[in-house]
């Protein structure tokens, strides 16, 4: 009976549609107008400027290094957007609300979540591409289109992600977890640009390391108005950093493994290597609020 389980469960994957992408329209999440709404008025300078754009100094991922890593192609009326995310459970996915979102109550009109790759435009074995509709995405309530604060989302999969060994639901931090890993080292990766002057993102799965600053140490970087609580920075020593394509994606420490502490948010809008840190949406901080919008149940 298990061996036939089994056996129903690969065929039922190996006959999933495979839905074609034409990656030629797709355009990071950075290159859309609401991303800019909700960056302070100092950095609108930035705009229309072409800062390095991609995981700066990192390198390409060993396949199914990240197995929790997702890209995400939301669609608005003005294109489709390229972002990061990770896998909450079997039917739900993590990432940021302004990949999500493209106004006050503007939802992506749907898209697509693209699970278990290392190389995305190549039809991988543990490569899962599933769509997700408008009714499956839940903002936080609280964020805004020009604001940077509770940029925080969930979506419910139109179907659920078969799990394996390159496809695994990320650990968050448990209800009872406090510390704010300031000096752990941490991980950051995605699948953004790799290239300014041919603006591609990189088909494979890069990533770079630094270590996760306090929130003291932060504010001293960027203020007391961009930094609250609700967020954790990754220093940007080494020019390494998050960048355009990587919004929503994971950072991680290793604590007995891989374990999600923040959800790219933003970063320098100077260039991704000028040496700023980068700023995540803190997981533990809306551990409660993931729970209560999605089927992912926290550790005590």
């Known amino acids: 009976m298990k061996t036939f389980a089994l056996l129903v469960g690969l065929l039922a994957v190996a006959s999933a549609e495979w839905i074609d992408i034409d990656w030629s329209k797709v355009r990071p999440i950075e290159d859309f107008d609401h991303y800019w709404a909700r960056l302070p008025a100092e950095l609108q300078v930035y705009r229309h400027m072409r800062p390095s754009a991609r995981i700066v100094n990192g390198q390409e991922a060993t396949p199914g290094q990240f197995p929790y890593q997702i890209a995400l192609l939301s669609e608005f009326l003005t294109g489709t957007g390229l972002c990061g ?22 939802l992506a009109t749907g898209g697509t979540a693209i699970i278990g790759a290392h190389n995305r435009n190549v039809q991988e074995p543990s490569q899962q591409r599933i769509r997700f509709s408008t009714s499956g995405i839940v903002r936080h309530p ?13 979506v419910r999969l139109n179907s659920p992600i078969t799990f394996n060994a390159r496809v695994q639901p990320a650990r968050l931090p448990a209800r009872s977890d406090t510390r704010q890993f ?10 953004g640009r790799t290239s300014d002057a041919t603006q591609g993102t990189s088909a494979v799965v890069r990533f770079t390391t630094n270590p996760v600053m306090t929130n003291a140490d932060c504010i001293a970087r960027w203020n007391t108005v961009l930094i609250q609580p609700q967020n954790v920075c990754l220093s940007g ?32 809008a100077a260039g991704c290597s000028v040496g700023m840190p980068s700023v995540y949406a803190r997981v533990s901080f809306f551990l409660g609020w993931i729970e209560a919008n999605s089927d992912f149940v926290a550790r005590p």
């Open 182 to 191: 300031g000096g752990v080292i941490g991980t950051v990766s995605g699948f």
């Open 142 to 154: 609280q964020y805004t289109p020009t604001n940077i604060r509770n940029d925080i989302a969930v």
């Open 85 to 106: 995310g990770s896998v909450l459970t079997n039917n739900y996915i993590l990432t940021a609300a302004h990949c999500v979102v493209s106004g006050a109550t503007t």
């Open 237 to 268: 020593e080494g020019g390494r950093s998050s960048c355009n394509g990587d919004s929503g994606g994971p950072l991680a420490v290793q604590d007995g493994g891989s374990l999600q502490i923040g959800v790219v948010s933003f970063g320098s």
